[in-house]
């Protein structure tokens, strides 16, 4: 995949996370900030939890995830972003690593 490509795909994907998190916080089940910093790196602060840093990676063509719980990468296939160790699609580990950190239950549409 040539990075242009890559880097639209994140993009994307970056954008479906933010609208999630702004509808997330119109239902006010949680309270958290999150902004969208230059280079394609999205901070999420949890207040006490601290903060969870999601950021494309051109290079490696992948997006990756800071949390406290640890660090996961995600690739894209056939549509959706999956994580290199595990499997595992972004948004369920998204979603966790978001309920663990601000202390309520959440769920990620993205």
Same mark, same amino acid.
């Given at each position: 995949?040539?990075?242009?490509?890559?880097?639209?795909?994140?993009?994307?994907?970056?954008? *479906?996370?933010? #609208? &999630?998190? %702004?509808?997330?916080?119109?239902?006010?089940?949680?309270?958290?900030? /999150?902004?969208?910093?230059? $280079?394609?790196?999205?901070?999420?602060?949890?207040?006490?939890?601290?903060?969870?840093?999601?950021? *494309?990676?051109? #290079? &490696?063509? %992948?997006?990756?995830?800071?949390?406290?719980?640890?660090?996961?990468? /995600?690739?894209?296939?056939? $549509?959706?972003?999956?994580?290199?160790?595990?499997?595992?699609?972004?948004?369920?580990?998204?979603? *966790?690593?978001?309920?663990?950190?601000?202390?309520?239950?959440?769920?990620?549409?993205?």
């Amino acid at each position: 995949m040539e990075e242009k490509e890559f880097i639209a795909l994140a993009d994307e994907a970056l954008e *479906r996370l933010m #609208a &999630a998190l %702004e509808r997330l916080q119109n239902e006010e089940t949680a309270d958290f900030d /999150f902004e969208m910093k230059p $280079g394609g790196i999205l901070e999420i602060d949890c207040g006490v939890g601290g903060k969870i840093i999601v950021n *494309r990676h051109a #290079a &490696a063509r %992948e997006i990756w995830v800071a949390a406290r719980s640890g660090g996961y990468h /995600f690739r894209p296939e056939r $549509g959706r972003w999956i994580g290199t160790r595990d499997g595992a699609d972004w948004a369920d580990v998204l979603s *966790r690593c978001l309920s663990e950190q601000t202390g309520a239950s959440l769920r990620l549409d993205c």
